[in-house]
């Protein structure tokens, strides 16, 4: 007896539009997040002028997101997470709650912002290693040749820059970039689970049950690590936005589009956030782009095109 492989058939309509959504959604949350590194280094300040801790800014803003998720929780009457739900949200909230937000206030004392978001180009590599381990998604061979080339620049950025601040180009490795690099980690497991979590929940509901359920970590520990000095107003308005903005409404868009349009294929949206951090870091904090920054910049995004392009297939039993 013969057996007849399954067809393949065409994406439809239905599938397209989603996919478009999801993307659309996915780059307003990385416009909302491209403004995170600068903020932060608003808030740290510089190791020559430092300003807020950047234990305080990672946690301080969690809790500040943990009380509007707690009452967005209330006023949508959000039921409670089910049992199986709960191991995911420790997984999401430990990515992004914890793991992300600390470790890149930490760094960012240290290395400038354009030079962060360079940086921050490892990023989609890792969410979409995730997501096809997570959603059991089967990425092309393209696909994972142009996310590998996007991440291989990024990592030859960080070393001829070597996270001094400079314009000029110094072989070596900052220890800074350690952290920026472990933190990328910490939020592609964040986004991966996240995402999975938002195909069975509200994307508002999983970000805010993530926060929620961190608060008796986060809240005594912002308590104590508090500024106890006088703080620029710059300082605190950055803080709210890491707050409302980066820690809260940003996951609002993004884990919707995760959901809708895919983590693997979605989360390559990400590749565009080192260019955005970059034309909001000049303005907002003086810092100057240079054609090394320019040009590997411009050979990051190049690979998002190409890899848009790519097919992402599912992972499915083959029946006679």
């Not at 430092?50 to 998720?69: H, Y």
């Not at 290395?111 to 890792?126: C, N």
Request: aromatic share 10%; glycine share 8%.
């Amino acid at each position: 007896m013969n057996v007849q492989a399954p067809a393949i058939r065409a994406p439809s309509h239905d599938t397209r539009a989603a996919l478009s959504r999801g993307l659309w959604l996915g780059l307003l949350g990385v416009v909302i997040f491209a403004f995170t590194l600068p903020m932060t280094r608003l808030a740290t300040g510089t190791a020559d002028a430092p300003l807020m801790s950047g234990v305080f800014i990672a946690l301080g803003r969690a809790v500040v997101a943990a009380v509007l998720s707690a009452l967005l929780l209330w006023a949508t009457r959000a039921p409670l997470p089910t049992r199986d739900t709960w191991l995911p949200l420790v997984f999401t909230s430990a990515g992004v709650v914890l793991g992300f937000p600390l470790l890149t206030s930490i760094a960012m004392r240290h290395v400038e912002a354009v030079h962060a978001s360079v940086i921050v180009g490892v990023l989609p590599l890792a969410t979409a290693a995730a997501g096809a381990l997570l959603h059991r998604q089967r990425p092309s061979t393209g696909f994972w040749l142009c996310a590998a080339l996007g991440s291989a620049l990024v990592v030859t950025y960080a070393v001829l820059r070597s996270g001094a601040g400079g314009s000029g180009i110094r072989i070596g490795f900052h220890w800074a970039d350690g952290l920026l690099l472990a933190a990328m980690l910490f939020a592609a497991m964040g986004y991966a689970w996240g995402a999975k979590l938002s195909q069975r929940m509200r994307a508002e509901h999983v970000i805010c049950w993530a926060l929620v359920i961190a608060l008796p970590f986060t809240l005594p520990l912002a308590y104590v690590t508090r500024p106890l000095a006088a703080m620029p107003a710059t300082a605190w308005w950055a803080f709210g936005y890491l707050a409302v903005f980066s820690m809260w409404l940003g996951f609002f868009a993004w884990y919707r589009g995760l959901a809708l349009g895919g983590t693997v294929r979605v989360s390559q949206v990400q590749l565009a956030q080192p260019f955005i951090s970059m034309l909001f870091a000049v303005p907002l904090l003086g810092e100057s782009l240079d054609a090394v920054t320019v040009l590997f910049g411009i050979a990051v995004i190049a690979t998002v095109f190409a890899g848009r392009r790519m097919p992402v297939h599912s992972k499915q039993k083959a029946t006679p």
